[in-house]
Structures are given as structure tokens and as C-alpha cells.
């Protein structure tokens, strides 16, 4: 299968989807994206299990700040930079791209940046979601090392991390921030063909198109009826009468009714404008907006113990709540 | 007296405002294909001579651009390689308005990072050849942004400098960091949009004054901004593109002052659509975020206005919908009341006696009841949608449309204020001057904000503004996340009342 410049749409709104309410400016990406496949040409996906064991596999993303990503513009070389250093550190040839986060700005910046390097693009995803630390990955729960890891810019101005542990690294790359602008293109967790069936988000390519051209059916739909600390929809037409409170920080966490969760953080939750069909961001959320609140399921690895230490409602400050009652 | 105009695209409605701050005289007339004589008649329909300022909001530009007719090729240089390569000027514009606007786009080196340092030397030679290549292509307006121009404009500055020194003074530079806000893309095409209008705004700001000079009036002319503010017409000759949201702004503002109150949702029903906006301290709240203009994504202070599909020419379907197909301008030629054959809103509203239109007895016996309900309904939804709290929300009707609504469920204040037909006029009239600062700072936040709020009045003053006049009418503060130290982007706006001996010196 090949991303080109007509499924792109799609694609770009599952992210959107994925994104859970973060994960940064789509609109910008998905243009970059576009840009890319124009100039390019498309983008193969394959699956996990059409790769040799040994092919490098070279997960990319961005971190830094939303507002420094809709201003200062990404250059064209970050993945040509981010390969040349991949390789030189494995002393092996990269085989095939994979996006670390598949939520938000960062799934279609890595259509944008397979298209540039010429690469595939693997059918999988290191969050499956989009999650606000580089270390809540699948890959951390599964034991495979964050580092050596690769941060650097358009022009190729570049860091090397090595021997820290997945929180050390997001540290490390939080502190370069300023001295990079504000925005860094990153590669993580660098894993081995043979690794990625196992130690990845697997199909989250292929789930963001479809989730881009057709959605569940939606917990609640109404009006936001007030936005000061937490977020509350009234219900509106067939859920008139109902009330959910929405749990929100960088991403929306938890879809809370009669003091029950409907839908909780590490499972995905977005809010869709009911008029338009936008997917917003928290910060696009405003008293009177008419809402339809949809969530879909997380890698099912999240659920696990070692998951729900890593990316669960505790990790995000809400202890209190479980999962128990959440749709299958 | 003030003389407030409103050039719309079927109708210019005037209002005559005494010293007083009393309304003398309105008219509406119809808009003329050469503007000068729309605007020329409807000063004559005042009857008025004289007057101490003439105000004049238009839409004129704003249409050009839905149009895609009457703009100018442009050249677009953006100033930040080896960053913003990967999204090329204009890649994201509709096509037809591609076609009509792209001369030329130059990629070439500077820009700012977030706190002000170079991202890249400019390069003087780079920029030579750019502007041997515009002028070898024969563009005359040129677009320059660059990365972080809102915390930065030097590498704007030096860029127009060599290219203005290469060029000469008949090409117009439109620069970025004087258009837009934080946010590349948009802040780049309002820049390309104004420089596209330029050719245009010369022409039509000489026709307005000519439209005075045939009229007699001796008199200042200035045009109303976006945020409801004025400017004079050597501005609005180089920033039309700050007339695009004029109209609605016009009309909330007039609605504030028609009505007395400051706080309110204003309501303004024309022959198509409804236009709901929400009035803080006297003054429209703005979009926070991007603005579709004409599909073009654009970051420039505009009303936050919800339009739905209901006015006084929405036609009525069998089964009682209203709207969005409307018989606009041919209204006094189709509905009922007029002797037409389409049942429209406005023959709804005079079959329920809420107003005398046409002749009433041509709609005795129209099941107006239930389809007015809808109407109702479906406007105090809108309203309803833009409100921030559930709070007591007074509500003001304007435009000719406004006959539509009596009542809105779920409101108790609804007014509809004298002179509400041409209160948009009369927001032109009574409109102020304002000074605004959006930037990042970085720094302890009590020093970054009187800092703000300083360069804000002074730039207020320098626009024309009387000293002592000045307030601060909205503070913003956005801390931006992910980024160390204390980066803080602060919007600041203040507004005073016109300075004319100053305007005149």
C-alpha cells in the first residue's frame, strides 16, 4: 500500500484523532506532508513482517513547543541529517521509517520525512496515540534501549545522547530545547526489523486511515457548558439531560459521567466540532461549542501493569480513577 | 459632525452624527459599480455640507479577494532558510486564488528564532538578485515575511531596505510583522493578500475622496479597521487588507452605542445571512485562532462572528425551513409583500405583524407561526454558541433583517434600538483610534507587561490618538508551553478618541 496526495486527508485527520486533544499543530504537518509527497512522490507502507530481522528501523518525531512549530516552519533535512547519523552510530544502512508518536503533528511528519528520504513506512507506531513524554513509548515497556539517540535541525546540528534511561532522555532533550529554537527533530529507540512485530504499536498507520474516514459512534454529544479547570457537556438531542466532566491537560484524559469514567486516559479521546467535523485540541475548547465526544481503544499494552505506571489516569493525576466499566 | 459611510456589496447606508453624539440623518442607497457615486449620493441624501470627519467602512476589499478580480501579482520573499523549506508561500491557497495572485516566491536566508537571534545571516547579495529577478518579471508588489517578525522585524526592516534601494519607490512592499501575528502561514498570506490589494486600494481610496470633493465636503477621510478602530488614507492605502473585517465590526459597534450597553450579543440579520459577535467593554471579541478568508488562512485580528444561513430574503421551503437560499438584493422584486411569487422571511415577518413592509395584504392567511419558531430558535442557538458563561446576556438586534426576531427563547433582554437598520454606518462614525503590541517577551512578568502596555498607547498616540484619551482595553497573556525561561506571547490593545488638530497638523 503507498500514501499519496489523496489519502493523505484521511491519514492526516486519524492523527488528528489520535492526537487525543494534543500532539501539536496537524494543520502545519499535514501541508508539509502534502509538500512532500508533490515533490517525492508516495510513500510505501509496509507491515512489520515483510521487513528482514536485521533492517534498521529509524523511528522520527518532533519535540518542542506547538507555537515555535507554526512559526518557525521545519526546514527540508532533518530526516537526511537524522539518517546520516543513524547510520553512522549502527554502522548499518536504515531500512525503513516509523513515526514515534502516530497522534497528532508527528504522524504526518513522518509521511513528510519517508517521502524525503525515499524510505518505507512502517505500518506501526511507538504510542499508537499521541502521549506528552518521548519515553511513553511501547518500545520503553518492552525492554528495548531509548539511546543512542539522535536530536538535531534542519541544518544538521546534531546531539548524540547515550546511556540514559528513557527518562533521562526526555530531560536531556528538554534542555537543548532553547539552544535549538524552541523545536528539535528527534530519533529514539532505534529497533531492528525483527524487533518491530513485538515491540512496537503495530497497524497504526493503516488505523489512522481508516479512523480518518469513519469514526465510532460517539459517547455524548452536546454543548460545552463550561471550561474554567475542567471541561463540561451538557447533552444535546438524544442525550438531553446527560452531563460529562472532561479531564484535560495537554491531552484530554478521562470522559467522566455520574462519577464513572466513559472513556480514561491511556485509551484515546477526542471531541469533534459537531457543525464542522474539525477535531479540536484542548485549547481550541470553548464554552458553547457543539460537541461530539468519541473515544477509541490505546494499544492494548497500556492496560498492562507496567503500561498504566508508564501512561496511566496516575501518571496524569488522576489516581483515583480506574478503568474498570470502559467499552471494550 | 461626523459622517459615517458604509460601502457594502448592495447597499451604502450613511449616518450623520451631530457633535452631540446625536443621530441627525441616515440614508441607504445603493452601491455603485464605481463607488464614487454611491458614496457621492448617499452624502447628498444626508444633506449634509460640511462636516469634521468623513468615516467610510467597505467591503470592497474583502470582495476582491472572494472574487479572485481586481488583484495584483505578487512576489513573496520569506526570509528564514535553511528552516520553513518544507512549506514553500501560497502552497496552501485554492487554486483559482493561486492562479490570480502568485508572481514569483524566493526562498532566502535570516529570520529570527523565538528570542530574537538570527536564525541565518541575511544575505544582501541573495536578495540583489531577487530583486533583479521581480523587477525582470515585471511585479510591482512584493510580500516579505520572516521567521518570528512579531519578536524580531530586522530582518523584515533590512530586507525591504534592499530590495525598496533595487527597486525603487513604484514598487509596494507590504512587510509581515505589520499585518499579522505569531504563526508563519497565516501571518505570510495576510501579507501576500494586502499586497495583492494594494494596486486596488490606491484607486479606491482616491475614489472615496473624490466622492467628497463632488459632494463638497472639506474634510478628513478615514477608513474603519478590522478591531473597530480608524485609519487615515495614506494607511489605508498600504494596509487594506486591515479593512476585512470592517462590516461586522461596524455593525457591533453601532449596535453598542445605539443601544447604550458595552456587554452584549449583537445580532446583525441581513438579506442572506445572520451575523452573531459578542461585545466586551464596547468592543468586538476577536478569533483567537485562524481565520478562513475566502480559504485562505489568515491570522489578522477579526471579529469572532458566527454567520448562519437566515436574513430577510431566506427563502421559505414547503415544509417550513428557512434558509440558506435567499433572494438577496431581488427582494423587493420576489416576495409576496412586493408582488413577487416567493414566499420569503421577511413576508413571515410582516404576516405576523411584526413589521409593515410592502403591502400586508398581499400575506393575510401565511402560516407564519411555526417557521418564525424555527427562525427564533435557530438564532438564539447561535447566540446562544458564542457566549463564554451562562451568565445574563443582553441582546441587541441590527440590520434590516432584525423584523425576523421578536423574541428569543432563552434570552430576556432583546432590544432592537433606533437607527438599528444602519448601524453599521453609525459604528463607522463613532469609531476611535487604537494602538496594539503582540509579541513574545521574555522576562519577569510585571516589567514584560508595563513594557506592553506603554508601547501600546504610544503607538495609539502616533496613530492619531489624543494624549490622555488612551486606555487599555484588552490584555492577554499566553505563556508558551514546552519553552524555558519565561517566553510570554502578550497581546495588548488601546484605543482613544480622535485627535483631529492632530490629524491636521
Known sequence: ?328 | MRIGIDVGGTNTDAALIGDGGQVLATVKSPTTEDVTGGVAAAIAGLGATEASAVMIGTTHFVNALVEAARLEPVAAVRLGLPATAALPPLVDWPDRLREAVEGAVYLCHGGHEYDGTPISALDPGELRRVAADIRARGLRTVAISSVFSPVSADSERQAADILAAELGPEVHLSLSHEIGRVGLLARENATIVNAALRPLAGRTVAAFAEALAVAGIRAPLFLSQNDGTLMDVDHARRYPVATFASGPTNSMRGAAYLSGLTDCAVVDIGGTTTDVGILNGGFPREAAGEALVAEVRTNFRIPDVLSIGIGGGSIVAPEGSVGPRSVGYRLTAEALVFGGGTLTATDLAVAAGQAVVGDPARVTGVDHERPLKIIAERVAEAVDRMRTSAAPLPVVLVGGGSILVGELPGFADVRRPDHYEVANAVGAAIAQVGGEVDRVFSGPRESVLAEAKNEAVARAERAGARAGSVRIVDVEELPLAYLPGDATRVRIKAVGDLDLEKIDA
Not at chain 1, 508539509?32 to 507491515?47: F, K, N, S
Not at chain 1, 512559526?71 to 539518517?83: A, F, K, Q, S, T
Open chain 1, 1 to 328: 500500500m503507498d500514501i499519496g496526495t489523496g489519502l493523505l486527508p484521511a491519514f492526516a485527520r486519524g492523527c488528528a484523532v489520535l492526537g487525543s486533544g494534543g500532539g501539536g499543530p496537524v494543520a502545519i504537518a499535514r501541508a508539509a506532508a502534502m509538500q512532500a509527497l508533490e515533490d517525492h512522490g508516495p510513500v510505501a507502507v509496509v507491515r512489520p513482517g515483510d521487513l528482514a530481522p536485521d533492517t534498521l528501523v529509524m523511528p522520527v518525531g518532533t519535540a518542542g513547543s506547538s507555537a515555535v512549530m507554526s512559526e518557525r516552519i521545519c526546514g527540508v533535512n532533518e530526516p537526511v541529517h537524522l539518517r546520516a547519523k543513524v547510520e553512522e552510530l549502527f554502522g548499518a544502512p536504515v531500512g525503513a521509517v516509523m513515526a514515534s508518536e502516530i497522534g497528532g503533528a508527528n504522524g504526518c511528519l513522518a509521511v513528510a520525512w519517508a517521502a524525503v528520504t525515499g524510505l518505507p513506512l512502517v505500518d506501526a507506531d511507538g504510542m499508537s496515540r499521541a502521549f506528552p513524554g518521548m519515553d511513553q513509548t511501547v518500545m520503553e515497556l518492552h525492554g528495548v534501549p531509548p539511546t543512542p539517540a539522535v536530536v538535531c535541525d534542519e541544518r544538521g546540528r546534531t546531539l548524540v545522547i547515550e546511556n540514559v534511561t528513557g527518562r533521562w532522555l526526555e530531560r536531556l532533550v528538554r534542555a537543548s530545547l532553547e539552544a535549538f529554537g524552541g523545536q528539535v527533530a528527534t530519533s529514539e529507540y532505534i529497533l531492528r526489523g525483527g524487533q518491530v512485530a513485538a515491540c512496537t504499536a503495530v497497524g497504526s498507520v493503516t488505523r489512522a486511515l481508516r479512523l480518518g474516514t469513519s469514526l465510532p459512534e460517539p459517547l455524548i454529544t452536546g454543548k460545552v457548558a463550561e471550561t474554567s479547570g475542567t471541561i463540561l457537556i451538557e447533552g444535546l438531542g438524544r442525550d438531553l439531560g446527560r452531563l460529562a466532566r472532561i479531564e484535560a491537560g495537554s491531552e484530554f484524559h478521562a470522559v467522566i459521567e455520574d462519577g464513572a469514567p466513559l472513556a480514561l486516559v491511556p485509551d484515546v479521546i477526542a471531541l469533534l466540532d459537531t457543525r464542522t467535523e474539525e477535531v479540536l485540541r484542548v485549547e481550541q475548547i470553548r464554552y458553547g461549542l457543539r460537541v461530539s465526544v468519541v473515544t477509541v481503544p490505546c494499544d492494548p499494552i497500556w492496560h498492562t501493569p507496567a503500561g498504566l505506571r508508564l501512561a496511566g489516569p496516575a501518571a496524569f493525576g488522576l489516581a483515583g480513577l480506574t478503568g474498570e466499566g470502559r467499552p471494550s
